[in-house]
Structure formats: C-alpha cells, structure tokens
C-alpha cells in the first residue's frame, strides 16, 4: 500500500499571513535563486552524488576514495541528500530533468546494500530523500524496496537491552557497540514509514523505544544536548558521554542541536506523542537562547570565541525544524519560532550563500566538526535544508521525513 503524506502543512491563509510579515518578496527571490542556480548546477553534476566543493567543482562519492575508510565513497552517510534535492525541485517546477537526476543517485546506491560495510545508523539520511521521496511522488515500487531493505538494516541496529539504535560499527579504533548519536533522531522517520506502508508494528516499536531513551540520555536539564551518549551494549543505562563533533565533552555542539529539534519534532508527527513535542520545543528554545544577534551560528555554542569557527549547515537544518514547530504549536507560539528561522535564513542568504557560477554549492561556511582538519565548506547538506526551508515558507516543500 502507497501510504498518506502526514498533513504537516500550515493552512493556506495562515501560512500567506505570517509570510506577508516576514516579506514575501524576499521569499520568492530566494526561491527563484535557487531555481536558477540548481538549473545549471544538476546539469553538471547529474552524473555525481556530491558532498562537498573543491576548488568550487562538485566532488564525486560515488567514486571511493582510495585513501578514504570505506564508508567514504558510495556508501558515504550523506550521499541521499543530492537526491533529495533534486526531487524537491522536481516536486516546485515539475521539469523532468531533475527527476532523472534523482533518479540515477538513488539506482547508484544500490550498490551500497552489495557492500554493506560502511553502512550505518544513517540509512535513514540516504534512503528517506531518495527511495523513500520517489516512491511518495511517483509510486514506484522499485523503490519501495530499496527503502523497505534500508529500514530493516536500522532495524537490525536495536540493542534490546539498552533500548537504543547503535551509531557505528567499530570507529576510529573505538569499541562503539553502546554508542548511540543524537543525529539517529532525523533516521527514525524511515522506521515510522516502514511501519506505515506495510502494518507491522515492529519499525515504528523501535523508533519509540530509541526515542524514549533520548530524551533522558541526550537532553540535558537546559536543553543542550549530548552529541554521543555511550550505553552499556549488555545491560543497558548510561555509561558515559563523549564530545564528538562539539568542541568537547559537556560542550554543546550546534547541528547535534539541531538534529534534536527537527527529530523529536518528526518523533511527534509519527506518534502524536506530545513528549516529544516538548523535547523538540525544549531543545529549539535552548537554540534560540543561544542564537548570535549576528545570526551566524558557530560549530559549538560553548566553543572558545577565538578563533570563532562557523556551521551554516546547522543554521539551515534548525530553520526547517523552526519552521515545522510553527506547523504544530497553537497559535500564539508560532511567531516565536517563525522569527527565528526567519533571521537564519536571511543571514543564509545574504551573508552565507553564493549564487555565482563559480561554487556547485549555494550554502558556504559550513563545518563538519570543531576539531576537523577544515573549516567554512560547503557541505552538500547545508544545501538541501536551505532549499526545504525555503520551500516549507510557502508550503512548498515535499515531505521527506
């Protein structure tokens, strides 16, 4: 069975509303920008799954790297986002093109079940904006199993005893059989459509139970979050905590934030549990406290203020879950988060985009983690929610999650 969108769209007339406010105009640019620019952009890399910029050209993953470990090339976490970029404009301006583009990303990840080495908690990142969009617009079974495959792999990541997700498999020479990652919160909707379209309860009974666990194991008492929380893999509870891609343990590293914010809001969409609702209102409002008057979000809310080290990218992803809070709160908190993703986002545009010819990518000044060997790159994600937050102003965007 083709299972129904969930009807996570504001009402015409409030959504055409609280855009007049917020300018309408400026929306519209931004969103013929971004037409324009992908245009050119998924004619040139229609044969590429990109992640990155080098020297402004689009790199290749679906190339391994031969230097890489072997989750670097095809099998890379965030190879499904140029996917769902490419249905997202496929889905605004209906042009066939971008649907083959699509289209050819998600067959070349075929090859990554065959590998399977390498493939992680993330297969919700790379099979929800691929398969799982093309089988919502366009019924196509083929992908209905791609994803259906992908969903029983995360499946097959529950440790039962511990009521948690595993991240990795063996990382950087660690024992991760208890690690769990706060960024797993945005995997979890691929459980909740697999239980969806086909009736079993056991996907969405994993889902629940990994989130449940993160709200007290992930969510401090100010609403920070832990980035990496290790269990113990045969008895269960917490161990430990880990600093990952923050600056440090106990420090407060910005996309693991915002991960928070739009998975616990997903979490909620699925359930209709309002736990989660308040963890992806308590996680946001910690956000928004913490927010630069600038609007330029930095990797690590408690990082050492020299050198001052960016993440764009977590700027776009917390402007989508901002802007799905609006859709879900009563009406007299909406503003509050409409606001904010309304400053991000102009700050995106007009300080951290570039719409030239000369980058494959829209989104600069992103960075993977604080302590990473480059800063202030462009990262094929801080692109794809950049666009589905542009989108979701004039309820435009499909969902994906």
Same mark, same amino acid.
């Given at each position: 069975?083709?299972?129904?969108?969930?009807?996570?769209?504001?009402?015409?007339?409030?959504?055409?509303?609280?855009?007049?406010?917020?300018?309408?105009?400026?929306?519209?640019?931004?969103?013929?920008?971004?037409?324009?620019?992908?245009?050119?952009?998924?004619?040139?890399?229609?044969?590429?799954?990109?992640?990155?910029?080098?020297?402004?050209?689009?790199?290749?993953?679906?190339?391994?790297?031969?230097?890489?470990?072997?989750?670097?090339?095809?099998?890379?976490?965030?190879?499904?986002?140029?996917?769902?970029?490419?249905?997202?404009?496929?889905?605004?301006?209906?042009?066939?093109?971008?649907?083959?583009?699509?289209?050819?990303?998600?067959?070349?990840?075929?090859?990554?079940?065959?590998?399977?080495?390498?493939?992680?908690?993330?297969?919700?990142?790379?099979?929800?904006?691929?398969?799982?969009?093309?089988?919502?617009?366009?019924?196509?079974? %083929?992908?209905?199993? $791609?994803? *259906?495959? +992908? /969903?029983?792999?995360? @499946?097959?990541?529950?440790?039962?005893?511990?009521?948690?997700?595993?991240?990795?498999?063996?990382?950087?020479?660690?024992?991760?059989?208890?690690?769990?990652?706060?960024?797993?919160?945005?995997?979890?909707?691929?459980?909740?459509?697999?239980?969806?379209?086909?009736?079993?309860?056991?996907?969405?009974?994993?889902?629940?139970?990994?989130?449940?666990?993160?709200?007290?194991?992930?969510?401090?008492?100010?609403?920070?979050?832990?980035?990496?929380?290790?269990?113990?893999?045969?008895?269960?509870?917490?161990?430990?905590?880990?600093?990952?891609?923050?600056?440090?343990?106990?420090?407060?590293?910005?996309?693991?934030?915002?991960?928070?914010?739009?998975?616990?809001?997903?979490?909620?969409?699925? %359930?209709?549990?309002? $736990?989660? *609702?308040? +963890? /992806?209102?308590?996680? @946001?409002?910690?956000?928004?406290?913490?927010?630069?008057?600038?609007?330029?979000?930095?990797?690590?809310?408690?990082?050492?203020?020299?050198?001052?080290?960016?993440?764009?990218?977590?700027?776009?992803?917390?402007?989508?879950?901002?802007?799905?809070?609006?859709?879900?709160?009563?009406?007299?908190?909406?503003?509050?988060?409409?606001?904010?993703?309304?400053?991000?986002?102009?700050?995106?545009?007009?300080?951290?985009?570039?719409?030239?010819?000369?980058?494959?990518?829209?989104?600069?000044?992103?960075?993977?983690?604080?302590?990473?060997?480059?800063?202030?790159?462009?990262?094929?994600?801080?692109?794809?929610?950049?666009?589905?937050?542009?989108?979701?102003?004039?309820?435009?965007?499909?969902?994906?999650?």
């Amino acid at each position: 069975m083709m299972t129904e969108v969930p009807n996570t769209k504001l009402k015409k007339k409030d959504a055409d509303n609280m855009l007049k406010n917020q300018d309408k105009a400026w929306q519209e640019s931004v969103k013929q920008k971004i037409v324009d620019k992908m245009s050119w952009v998924s004619e040139k890399s229609k044969k590429k799954i990109p992640y990155t910029t080098i020297d402004g050209e689009h790199d290749n993953r679906i190339v391994d790297n031969p230097n890489g470990s072997p989750d670097d090339g095809i099998n890379w976490w965030t190879n499904g986002f140029w996917g769902g970029m490419m249905w997202q404009l496929y889905h605004l301006t209906k042009d066939e093109k971008y649907k083959g583009v699509a289209e050819f990303s998600e067959q070349q990840l075929d090859s990554c079940f065959e590998k399977f080495h390498g493939l992680h908690h993330d297969v919700g990142f790379m099979w929800l904006p691929t398969s799982v969009a093309n089988y919502r617009l366009t019924g196509n079974k %083929t992908s209905r199993k $791609r994803a *259906l495959h +992908a /969903a029983n792999l995360l @499946a097959g990541r529950y440790n039962p005893v511990g009521e948690f997700i595993r991240a990795w498999d063996n990382h950087d020479n660690h024992d991760t059989r208890g690690w769990g990652i706060i960024d797993c919160m945005l995997n979890l909707p691929l459980l909740y459509w697999a239980s969806e379209e086909t009736g079993d309860p056991r996907f969405k009974q994993i889902a629940i139970k990994h989130a449940d666990t993160a709200i007290p194991a992930f969510i401090r008492p100010d609403g920070s979050v832990n980035h990496i929380v290790e269990f113990d893999p045969f008895v269960g509870g917490v161990v430990t905590t880990h600093g990952g891609q923050g600056y440090e343990q106990g420090s407060s590293w910005s996309r693991g934030q915002t991960w928070a914010m739009y998975g616990f809001i997903m979490s909620y969409i699925h %359930t209709k549990d309002e $736990r989660y *609702l308040n +963890a /992806a209102k308590q996680t @946001a409002h910690y956000f928004m406290a913490n927010l630069p008057e600038t609007g330029l979000i930095p990797v690590d809310f408690r990082q050492p203020k020299e050198p001052l080290i960016e993440d764009s990218t977590a700027a776009a992803i917390a402007s989508c879950a901002l802007l799905e809070l609006v859709r879900h709160v009563p009406d007299f908190e909406q503003a509050m988060y409409y606001n904010a993703a309304i400053k991000l986002l102009k700050t995106l545009d007009q300080q951290r985009t570039d719409w030239t010819k000369a980058n494959d990518c829209m989104v600069t000044h992103g960075t993977a983690a604080y302590h990473a060997s480059e800063h202030h790159t462009s990262i094929i994600y801080g692109d794809y929610f950049f666009i589905e937050a542009i989108l979701k102003l004039s309820n435009e965007d499909l969902y994906i999650w």
